[in-house]
C-alpha cells in the first residue's frame, strides 16, 4: 500500500504513520458511567451501570479507534467490596481491553473531611494509607503498572490546619505507599491548584507534586492533567521541565474554559496541546529518536454529550494533534533557534499545527484495519442504542432509576 497521502510528502506520511504507530491513549472507567456536576446530572440510557458495561465500552471505543487497549479504573467506584480480581480481568479481556492505571479513592469516605495523608487524625491518615495499599495489591493482581494519586486534602480557611505539617505527614505517606511497589509498578502523583479545597490545597502545583515523588522514591513520578492549572499557566513549560528532569509520569487529558471543565480534548485550545506534543517529540529528538515512556491518559466525564462519542471525539483529536507535532523538523528548528530567528522558528510550529493530516491518518487506519471514521462507524455500529436498550431492562430489572423529575 501506498503511504503517500493527498497533500502531505512521503516524509511527512511517513512521520505521521510512525507518530501513530507509537501513540496509545487510556481511556477512563468513569467516563463511560453516569456522573454530573455538584449541580445536576444529565442521565444517558446507554451510560454504563456496572464495571462489565464501562469495559464493554471501553472494548468499543478501542475496536474503532486502534489505540486505547487499555482502561483506567477507580477503585472504590469499580471495585466494590468483595469483588475479584481476576473476574475484573476476565471482564476486561473479553471486551478487548486491560486494565489500566489503578486510581485510589481517598476523597469521598466521611473521615476524609480533613483530609486523608494531610488529615490531623493519624486514624484517618491510616486509613487512606491503607486504602493505597489495597490498591497497590489490586493492581499487582490485575497487572496494572501505574497507581494514579490524587488527593482532595487542603483546608478551605486560614488558620484551619499547619501546612507544614501537611506537607511532611503527605511524604511520609507517600514513601509508605512507595515501599510496596513492585519494581515494575510506579505511583503519579497528580496536582491540582483547588477544589474541593478553597484556601490551599496540598498538592497545588507541579513543583510540590514534584518534591514528594522525589521524596517517595524513584518509583514515583509526576501526573500533569490539563485541567488542573490556572489559566495563563504554561503547561509546555511544566512538560517540558518534567521531561527534562526525568520526572513525566503522565497526563490526564481534557480541556477546559475556566477551571477543571473536564471539556473534550482540544474542543477549546487545541494549539495547546499540539504545543505539549511539541515538546515531547523534541524531546525524542535530542534523545536520538528513544521515546519517554509516558501513561497518556484520558481524564473526562460527560454530562452533555453522549459517552461514547465524546471519548472516541477526544482519542481522535489526540491522535491528529500528535501526528501534528510529529511534523516539526526539529533539526531546522535548532538552526532557526540558534540563529535567534524567532519568526522562521514559530512557523515551524505553525504550519506543522495547520498542516491537515487526515488522508495520512486515514491511511494509518486502513493499515490497522480501523475504519475511515471512528465516530461515523460508531454512530452507525447500532452499539450505543443497543447498550441504552439492554441497561435501560437491566436497570428496570434492578430498581435503579435513572431520570429525575423537575416537576
Ligand atoms: C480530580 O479532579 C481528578 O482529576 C482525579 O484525577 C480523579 O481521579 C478524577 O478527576 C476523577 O474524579
Ligand atoms: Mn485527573
Known amino acids: 500500500m501506498s503511504i503517500h497521502s493527498e497533500g502531505l510528502s512521503d516524509n511527512q506520511s511517513e512521520r ?4 501513530l504507530d507509537q501513540f496509545q491513549i487510556e481511556t477512563p472507567s468513569w467516563g463511560y458511567a453516569d456522573t454530573g456536576t455538584r449541580f445536576g446530572k444529565f442521565y444517558q440510557p446507554a451510560a454504563a451501570i456496572n464495571l ?7 472494548g468499543q471505543v478501542h475496536r474503532l479507534t486502534g489505540c486505547c487497549p487499555t482502561v483506567a479504573v477507580h ?28 486510581n485510589p479513592n481517598v476523597f469521598q469516605n466521611q473521615q476524609y473531611k480533613l483530609g ?14 491503607q486504602h493505597c495499599l489495597d490498591s497497590i495489591a489490586i493492581a499487582q493482581q490485575v497487572g496494572s503498572q501505574h497507581i494514579s494519586l490524587w488527593f482532595a486534602d487542603g483546608t478551605s480557611y486560614p488558620g484551619q490546619d499547619n501546612m507544614r505539617s501537611r506537607k511532611r505527614r503527605f511524604a511520609e505517606g507517600l514513601q509508605q505507599a512507595h515501599d510496596r511497589l513492585s519494581h515494575d509498578q510506579m505511583l503519579l502523583v497528580e496536582y491540582k491548584p483547588f477544589e474541593p479545597a478553597f484556601y490551599q490545597t496540598d498538592i497545588a502545583d507541579w513543583g510540590m507534586a514534584y518534591l514528594l515523588a522525589k521524596s517517595a522514591g524513584p518509583q514515583a513520578k509526576v501526573l500533569v492533567d490539563t485541567g488542573h492549572h490556572y489559566l495563563a499557566q504554561n503547561i509546555e513549560q511544566i512538560v517540558a521541565w518534567l521531561l527534562d528532569e526525568q520526572m513525566l509520569g503522565g497526563f490526564h487529558f481534557n480541556d477546559r474554559r475556566y477551571a477543571d471543565d473536564d471539556l473534550t480534548l482540544g474542543s477549546i485550545d487545541p ?19 528513544v521515546y519517554p515512556e509516558i501513561a497518556y491518559m484520558v481524564d473526562q466525564s460527560h454530562n452533555l454529550k453522549p459517552k461514547l462519542e465524546a471519548m472516541i471525539q477526544t482519542v481522535m483529536v489526540a491522535q491528529e494533534l500528535y501526528a501534528k507535532a510529529a511534523l516539526v523538523d526539529h533539526a531546522a528548528l535548532v538552526v532557526h533557534q540558534s540563529n535567534g530567528d524567532i519568526v522562521a522558528a514559530e ?8 498542516t491537515d493530516v487526515n488522508d495520512a491518518v486515514v491511511t494509518w487506519r486502513r493499515q490497522h484495519g480501523l475504519p475511515d471514521d471512528p465516530l461515523d462507524a460508531l454512530r452507525t455500529s447500532g452499539y450505543v442504542e ?3 436498550r439492554e441497561r435501560s431492562e437491566r436497570r428496570d430489572a434492578l430498581g435503579i432509576v435513572q431520570a429525575t423529575s423537575y416537576a
Open 386 to 388: 443497543q447498550a441504552a
Open 16 to 19: 505521521v504513520l510512525a507518530a
Open 347 to 354: 512557523r515551524m510550529l505553525q504550519r506543522a499545527f495547520t
Open 52 to 58: 462489565g458495561d464501562k469495559l464493554s465500552d471501553a
Open 116 to 129: 486523608s495523608f494531610g488529615n490531623p487524625d493519624a486514624t484517618a491518615r491510616q486509613a487512606a494509607l
Open 75 to 102: 477503585v472504590l467506584w469499580d471495585f466494590p467490596e468483595g469483588s475479584d480480581p481476576a473476574e475484573v480481568v476476565r471482564q476486561a479481556e473479553q471486551s478487548g481491553v486491560t486494565i489500566g492505571a489503578i
Open 271 to 289: 494549539y495547546q496541546v499540539f504545543r505539549i506534543f511539541h515538546e515531547i517529540h523534541s524531546y525524542a529528538f535530542d534523545q536520538r529518536g
